[in-house]
T-cell receptor
Framework: DTEVTQTPKHLVMGMTNKKSLKCEQHMGHRAMYWYKQKAKKPPELMFVYSYEKLSINESVPSRFSPECPNSSLLNLHLHALQPEDSALYLC?????????????FGNGTRLTVT | DQQVKQNSPSLSVQEGRISILNCDYTNSMFDYFLWYKKYPAEGPTFLIS?????DKNEDGRFTVFLNKSAKHLSLHIVPSQPGDSAVYFCAAYTGTASKLTFGTGTRLQVTL
């Protein structure tokens, strides 16, 4: 069982839809992350929240909008996505700002954009 | 530009033998390295890490070796077990950033 919970596990959406991915952790971690992983590729960092503030945005298109309502929750709002955005979206957390601190990953949301 | 590379996309090892997974990096600012294991349909799971001030770290069946001059690290699994069959990613941090950079992954198959 993973201590980082992501919902939904699978999501199929059209290019005009608006949807949200959700992530929750109750380990008291203060840093949370969104990663994107395409098939046969390594995970790629999208966003980092540290102490509920956005600290890193890896030049992600604005059709992806992160939100951190509190230290336990992380959302990724999706709007007007493209088929090439289909991927596995991984949420992770770490005890502090992430420096030299192992990340704990959820099992991901498999997103398909049609 | 792939700063962390795992040049072997796959590796097959017999149960009970040693598995050696290799990783090379190009960024000399990396100072903390980690190995993750990933099963299909699951997120990566942290295995073991090493700071750049060390050259070896051991945890049970897993040992990570770091050769800073060669910008190379390796993960040794001994003895290998069928449950070790997964994709293994090495990853690296720089001390000034919260960004964890992953390697390309090696698929390990442990056969009976």
């Amino acid at each position: 069982d993973t201590e980082v919970t992501q919902t939904p596990k699978h999501l199929v959406m059209g290019m005009t839809n608006k949807k949200s991915l959700k992530c929750e952790q109750h380990m008291g971690h203060r840093a949370m992350y969104w990663y994107k992983q395409k098939a046969k590729k390594p995970p790629e960092l999208m966003f980092v929240y540290s102490y509920e503030k956005l600290s890193i945005n890896e030049s992600v298109p604005s059709r992806f909008s992160p939100e951190c309502p509190n230290s336990s929750l992380l959302n990724l709002h999706l709007h007007a996505l493209q088929p090439e955005d289909s991927a596995l979206y991984l949420c992770a957390s770490s005890p502090r700002g992430g420096i030299n601190s192992p990340l704990h990953f959820g099992n991901g949301t498999r997103l398909t954009v049609t | 530009d792939q700063q962390v590379k795992q040049n072997s996309p796959s590796l097959s090892v017999q149960e009970g033998r040693i598995s050696i997974l290799n990783c090379d990096y190009t960024n000399s600012m990396f100072d903390y390295f980690l190995w993750y294991k990933k099963y299909p349909a699951e997120g990566p799971t942290f295995l073991i890490s090493i700071s750049s001030i060390k050259d070896k770290n051991e945890d049970g069946r897993f040992t990570v070796f770091l050769n800073k001059s060669a910008k190379h690290l390796s993960l040794h699994i001994v003895p290998s077990q069928p449950g070790d069959s997964a994709v293994y990613f090495c990853a690296a941090y720089t001390g000034t950033a919260s960004k964890l950079t992953f390697g390309t992954g090696t698929r390990l198959q442990v056969t009976l």
